[in-house]
């Protein structure tokens, strides 16, 4: 049960906080062992305070993580303890489901838990290296300077996503509103048209005749397209991104796409480059540094390639640059930067480095995609539009000229 309690420190000084014990018996040995005068205890009800995880419940966000690690950070580094720290987070947040995890690290740290350990718990929010990374920064004592690099990797992360959500916008609205004129054009325009030329007694060309049918056939059941499109669309994602079939059959198509394999494979090299240079400089060991390295590229090839690094390469006594050298997944520029590097001892710096250089390039070649959609896109959208334009004008000049 958690309680809530007010008491006086010997100075005369009123203080408050919250504790999770068994029973109010506790929370006087508690407060008799800080030297502390009850003035009031009071059970919190902590019906609401556990963070959901259904399809409706709140979930903590890039943008919450962003948040949490800067001002924490910030205020570690302003020479606040970790307890008042947390009571002013507790205090800013909103959130329900904010609040309630850091009512939980508050109440880990009143029983003695590392700070590490309430953020282990919610895997699904806080990665691997994430957690590892607050581990290193308690055994190291340099929690502020850990919560910084967390921000700072963060950030990229944020900023990767957003250039790539940038980069599909236009695209995206170039689909939709082709999407609406054709439907219009098979709902309304093409079956008045279509209506004239048959009630007339007309007989179109054979070309129109097959835009008619097919137009016709779809304006007829456009409901049912509809319909059958979003089902079928909601079906490909489930399979793709719920089954381990559909995300292997969707990597290898990503993975053979001219385009699209260039800027993941920049991507890939950028997170890897990012997350290793935060590691390294957190003091984490260099096995456990490329392994969990591993766990965030998205690329199969390099992934494989770290593991066998972590797990083979260098237990057998190879140095790093060695063991990046024989890995085909990584570009030879890399591996030759990563082995001078540590002979000179600059490897953390030399990475931060890289994953600066290919952060500019995965801009430049999204850039290079977007550029290279329009054309495609107005091209198809166009395709369409005159196809069926063509077949209304060519029955009407051939109308106009037996006159």
């Known amino acids: 049960m958690r309680f809530k309690y007010s008491a006086f420190k010997n100075t005369g000084e009123a203080v408050e906080g919250d504790i999770d014990v068994k029973d109010k018996v506790e929370v006087l040995k508690f407060l008799e062992s800080k030297g502390l005068k009850p003035i009031s205890i009071k059970l919190i009800n902590v019906k609401n305070t556990k963070i959901e995880l259904g399809l409706f419940g709140q979930k903590i966000t890039l943008s919450d993580k962003l948040f949490l690690t800067k001002y924490i950070s910030l205020m570690l580094k302003a020479g606040m303890d970790i307890f008042k720290t947390v009571d002013i987070l507790i205090a800013d947040f909103e959130k329900p489901a904010m609040k309630a995890f850091l009512g939980e690290v508050r109440a880990g740290l009143e029983k003695g838990q590392q700070l ?6 919610y895997p699904i929010f806080f990665s691997k290296i994430f957690v590892n990374l607050i581990k290193a920064g308690e055994s190291s004592g340099n929690l502020d300077g850990v919560f910084s690099d967390l921000n700072t990797t963060l950030t990229k992360e944020n ?8 980069a599909l916008i236009y695209p995206c609205l170039l689909l939709g509103v082709a999407m609406m004129i054709l439907i219009f054009l098979l709902t309304f325009a093409l079956p008045k048209i279509a209506g004239v030329f048959t009630g007339s007694g007309f007989n179109p060309p054979l070309f129109s005749k097959v835009v008619f049918a097919i137009g016709l056939f779809l304006g007829n059941n456009i409901a049912l397209f509809i319909g059958g499109g979003i089902f079928l669309s909601l079906g490909i994602f489930f399979f793709l991104a ?14 053979n796409a001219p385009l699209i394999k260039k800027i993941r494979q920049e991507i890939a090299l950028e997170r890897f480059a990012t997350t290793f240079s935060t590691l390294l400089r957190s003091g984490v060991p260099i096995t456990d540094a490329i392994e969990m390295s591993a766990d965030i590229v998205g690329s199969k090839a390099m992934e494989r390639d770290l593991r066998r690094i972590a797990k083979e ?29 540590e002979k000179t001892g600059h490897l953390d710096e030399i990475l931060n480095t890289l994953a600066g250089f290919y952060d500019t390039e995965v801009d430049t070649s999204l850039k290079t995609l977007v550029s290279f959609l329009e054309p495609v896109l107005l091209m198809l959208i166009g395709g369409v539009v005159g196809t069926i334009a063509l077949a209304i004008i060519v029955p009407i000049y051939q109308l106009v000229g037996q006159f």
Not at 159 to 166: M, Q, S, V, W
Not at 313 to 341: C, R, Y
Request: aromatic share 8%.
């Open 116 to 121: 590490h350990s309430v953020f282990e718990k």
């Open 159 to 166: 900023e990767l996503r957003g250039k790539i959500k940038a």
């Open 242 to 255: 719920k089954t381990a079939k559909g995300r292997s059959f969707w990597q290898k198509m990503l993975d």
């Open 313 to 341: 390469d260098l237990v057998k006594g190879l140095t790093i640059g060695e063991s990046f050298k024989a890995s085909n997944s990584f570009p030879k520029t890399v591996s030759t930067l990563i082995a001078i590097s």
